[in-house]
């Protein structure tokens, strides 16, 4: 399968956690990338190679993985994490990226 | 620090081609250690991947795209650039390129801007 799957919305309150989800069955081979995505930007890479954290991006973002589902909990959600997240992996052939549908982050 | 920029028209009309040139500042394109590819986003959707090349000149496309898409490379020129043939709406969008990384599980770690693409007559 080359779909991957998440909500399209998730709310938090302000300091509390989120759990970002996504699913598909290239996920049982592949780990997942989630990107970040402000309105009118490019979008950031956030976390890579299931809970890898490029430079510059809080440790308040981790990334987790079972099975067929991949994770993105932000502890302790500010104010700017408002924003789309979007998990991306490799398909079940490997030879080709695909990206999740997207989810709007909303912080309360 | 590495810079991409994507350069081209942002209109053009429906069954053409549109071409798209990403430029590449601040080191080579050609390392083996890097994918590049280009990523579109219609107005008020989600990300799509359309295709990335390796600095070898090894291409992957996206399957429902892949009868139209041609992606390559001007080493020479410190450039890849994407074509897209038989344009329709549907192609509208924010065509973005990007460097994926071979040691960061093949993420796309360094984007370009994005340049907005208006498939109209």
């Known amino acids: 399968s080359s779909e991957l799957t998440q909500d399209p919305a998730v709310s938090v309150a302000l300091g509390q956690t989120v759990r970002i989800t996504c699913q598909g069955d290239s996920l049982r081979t592949y780990y997942a990338n989630w990107y970040q995505q402000r309105p009118g930007q490019a979008p950031i890479l956030v976390i890579y190679a299931k809970n890898s954290r490029p430079s510059g991006i809080p440790d308040r973002f981790s990334g987790s993985s079972s099975g067929n589902t991949a994770s993105l909990t932000i502890t302790g959600a500010q104010a700017e994490d408002e924003a789309d997240f979007y998990c991306?992996?490799?398909?079940?052939?490997?030879?080709?990226?695909?990206f999740g549908g997207g989810t709007k982050l909303t912080v309360l | 620090q590495l810079q991409l920029q994507e350069s081209g028209p942002g209109l053009v009309k429906p069954s053409e081609t549109l071409s798209l040139t990403c430029s590449v500042s601040g080191g080579s394109i050609s390392s083996s250690s890097y994918y590049w590819g280009w990523i579109r986003q219609p107005p008020g959707k989600g990300l799509e991947w359309i295709g990335s090349?390796?600095?070898?000149?090894?291409?992957y496309y996206n399957p429902s795209l892949k009868s139209r898409v041609t992606i390559s490379v001007d080493t020479s020129k410190n450039q890849f650039s994407l074509k897209l043939s038989s344009l329709t709406a549907a192609d509208t969008a924010v065509y973005y390129c990007?460097?994926?990384?071979?040691?960061?599980?093949?993420?796309?770690?360094?984007w370009g801007r994005g340049t907005m693409v208006t498939v109209s007559s």
């Open positions: 090349m390796y600095y070898s000149g090894r291409t």
């Open positions: 991306s992996s490799r398909d079940s052939s490997g030879s080709h990226w695909v």
């Open positions: 990007a460097r994926a990384s071979y040691g960061k599980n093949d993420a796309f770690d360094i």
